[in-house]
């Protein structure tokens, strides 16, 4: 058999044949090319220290008691054993627990068999850690927290900083930051969402993509968490002896979890409540806050549509007594600040006095100019969940397709006030009305 060597260079030159040179070539890459896909995938299905097993080796195994074991298997899979009454019997057990998991996500295409990692309290294995080291601040330059949004108080010195932790795939929406950032700013803080993507790192991997992509994403959730701990410290820097609290949404509410570090509060939404099965990280001193949307399927563990009742079991992943858990009604995945009980959780949970709705204007007879009729007949072809905003100064906005018709009309008041350069969220009335809501008119008659 040849190797890709002998295939690109054993006697190539003797030919005579340039077509041949080059179909030799093009078979060399061809293999090169499937042999490195092959290696990547094998890859995938060796053992190796996932992310919430290195979680869980380091938080909870060095304090378990009596003979003990740690496995680690395919796909970030682990199991672990103690107070066992032999070595034996922990690695044992260790391993059984390990290819339990793997057995059960056979039906997924993942394969494998577990190994020890670490019986009583000996390492038996090269250490198999993937990604930066462990809970350390990112080296070099913040590019994250400069090339990410920034909004300011405008005024004297800010109350505090919030720093927003976006989800896996990045920003989304670009206006999601903007919204929040202006919400956030009319509290009198400044705010702060870094992109982890502006840095070199692995492609998102969202959703079940983990179960082919296990190793990037254990590579993604150790350096957004490096990334956070290196903002946290850029940001003490700047802003000396003010508060900062940090605020995860979706895979930004997994990594907060995870921060064992003092900061005046943690907000996780758009995800579980514990971090890995254990409880989260942050000092019994550190706050937390939990905005669940009432139908959304990112909270797992927990029955649909969330009840008071159902929800009292994150109180257990927390150290802090405090801890408020706050569902909102009518609401999956995405939150946003015009939100009445959001609202008010987040102004009372950052210090801030409690923040109240701008007032709705009474329902008036608007004459439309000719670019608001012009843009209302477009409006009116749209479909979902839509809303048209407009003042008699000839401002307005419109909206289509959003999933709830509270937020379609909360964002057309808030846009159109923001196209007259006022933050909505500083004001006691609003400047714009609601004149349509769904093919629904709602001017006075």
């Given at each position: 058999m040849q190797s890709i060597y002998d295939i690109c260079c054993g006697n190539i030159f003797g030919t005579g044949s340039l077509v041949l040179l080059l179909r030799r070539i093009l078979l060399a890459t061809s293999l090169l090319f499937v042999a490195l896909q092959g290696n990547a995938l094998a890859a995938d299905q060796e053992a190796f220290l996932g992310f919430d097993a290195e979680y869980h080796y380091r938080t909870e195994y060095s304090h378990m008691k009596g003979h003990k074991a740690f496995a680690i298997g395919p796909q970030t899979g682990y199991g672990y054993s103690w107070g066992n009454r032999s070595s034996k019997e922990a690695e044992n057990s260790a391993i059984k627990f390990c290819n339990k998991w793997v057995v059960q996500q056979k039906k997924h295409g993942i394969t494998g068999k577990c190994r020890l990692y670490a019986v009583d309290s000996k390492l038996i294995v090269k250490d198999p850690r993937i990604g930066l080291a462990w809970h350390e601040p990112a080296a070099g330059a913040d590019i994250p927290l400069s090339k990410g949004p920034q909004s300011f108080h405008i005024g004297r010195v800010p109350r505090g900083i919030v720093l927003h932790l976006h989800g896996c795939n990045g920003m989304g929406w670009n206006r999601y930051a903007e919204i929040w950032g202006s919400y956030f700013n009319a509290l009198g803080y400044d705010f702060f969402a870094p992109d982890s993507f502006a840095e070199p790192r692995p492609a998102e991997v969202c959703g079940s993509a983990w179960r082919t992509r296990a190793r990037d994403q254990t590579i993604i959730l150790k350096l957004r968490v490096a990334q956070t701990l290196r903002s946290i410290a850029e940001l003490r820097k700047r802003y000396p002896g003010l508060p900062i609290y940090v605020w995860g949404h979706s895979e930004g509410g997994s990594i907060v979890k995870?921060?064992?570090?003092?900061?005046?509060?943690?907000?996780?939404?758009?995800?579980?409540?514990?971090?890995?099965?254990?409880?989260?990280?942050?000092?019994?001193?550190?706050?937390?806050?939990?905005?669940?949307?009432?139908?959304?399927?990112?909270?797992?563990?927990?029955?649909?549509?969330?009840?008071?009742?159902?929800?009292?079991?994150?109180?257990?992943?927390?150290?802090?007594?405090?801890?408020?858990?706050?569902?909102?009604?009518?609401?999956?995945?995405?939150?946003?600040?015009?939100?009445?009980?959001?609202?008010?959780?987040?102004?009372?949970f950052v210090g801030a006095e409690t923040f109240t709705l701008a007032q709705s204007r009474p329902a008036e007879k608007l004459t439309l100019s000719g670019q608001q009729i012009s843009a209302k007949a477009l409006y009116q072809k749209s479909r979902g969940h839509r809303a048209f905003a407009a003042n008699t100064n000839g401002t307005f906005s419109w909206v289509s397709e959003w999933e709830f018709a509270e937020d379609a009309q909360q964002f057309t008041l808030y846009d159109c006030a923001r196209y007259e350069h006022i933050n909505v969220f500083k004001l006691s009335k609003h400047v714009c009305s609601v004149i349509d809501a769904d093919g629904k008119d709602m001017m006075a008659p």
């Amino acid at each position: 058999m040849q190797s890709i060597y002998d295939i690109c260079c054993g006697n190539i030159f003797g030919t005579g044949s340039l077509v041949l040179l080059l179909r030799r070539i093009l078979l060399a890459t061809s293999l090169l090319f499937v042999a490195l896909q092959g290696n990547a995938l094998a890859a995938d299905q060796e053992a190796f220290l996932g992310f919430d097993a290195e979680y869980h080796y380091r938080t909870e195994y060095s304090h378990m008691k009596g003979h003990k074991a740690f496995a680690i298997g395919p796909q970030t899979g682990y199991g672990y054993s103690w107070g066992n009454r032999s070595s034996k019997e922990a690695e044992n057990s260790a391993i059984k627990f390990c290819n339990k998991w793997v057995v059960q996500q056979k039906k997924h295409g993942i394969t494998g068999k577990c190994r020890l990692y670490a019986v009583d309290s000996k390492l038996i294995v090269k250490d198999p850690r993937i990604g930066l080291a462990w809970h350390e601040p990112a080296a070099g330059a913040d590019i994250p927290l400069s090339k990410g949004p920034q909004s300011f108080h405008i005024g004297r010195v800010p109350r505090g900083i919030v720093l927003h932790l976006h989800g896996c795939n990045g920003m989304g929406w670009n206006r999601y930051a903007e919204i929040w950032g202006s919400y956030f700013n009319a509290l009198g803080y400044d705010f702060f969402a870094p992109d982890s993507f502006a840095e070199p790192r692995p492609a998102e991997v969202c959703g079940s993509a983990w179960r082919t992509r296990a190793r990037d994403q254990t590579i993604i959730l150790k350096l957004r968490v490096a990334q956070t701990l290196r903002s946290i410290a850029e940001l003490r820097k700047r802003y000396p002896g003010l508060p900062i609290y940090v605020w995860g949404h979706s895979e930004g509410g997994s990594i907060v979890k995870y921060l064992s570090v003092e900061v005046a509060g943690i907000i996780s939404s758009g995800d579980e409540c514990d971090a890995s099965g254990l409880r989260i990280a942050a000092p019994a001193s550190v706050p937390v806050l939990y905005l669940l949307g009432e139908n959304d399927p990112s909270v797992e563990g927990i029955k649909l549509p969330l009840t008071d009742k159902g929800v009292q079991k994150c109180r257990k992943y927390v150290r802090n007594k405090k801890t408020k858990i706050v569902i909102i009604k009518n609401s999956k995945h995405d939150i946003w600040p015009w939100r009445p009980e959001v609202a008010k959780a987040m102004s009372e949970f950052v210090g801030a006095e409690t923040f109240t709705l701008a007032q709705s204007r009474p329902a008036e007879k608007l004459t439309l100019s000719g670019q608001q009729i012009s843009a209302k007949a477009l409006y009116q072809k749209s479909r979902g969940h839509r809303a048209f905003a407009a003042n008699t100064n000839g401002t307005f906005s419109w909206v289509s397709e959003w999933e709830f018709a509270e937020d379609a009309q909360q964002f057309t008041l808030y846009d159109c006030a923001r196209y007259e350069h006022i933050n909505v969220f500083k004001l006691s009335k609003h400047v714009c009305s609601v004149i349509d809501a769904d093919g629904k008119d709602m001017m006075a008659p």
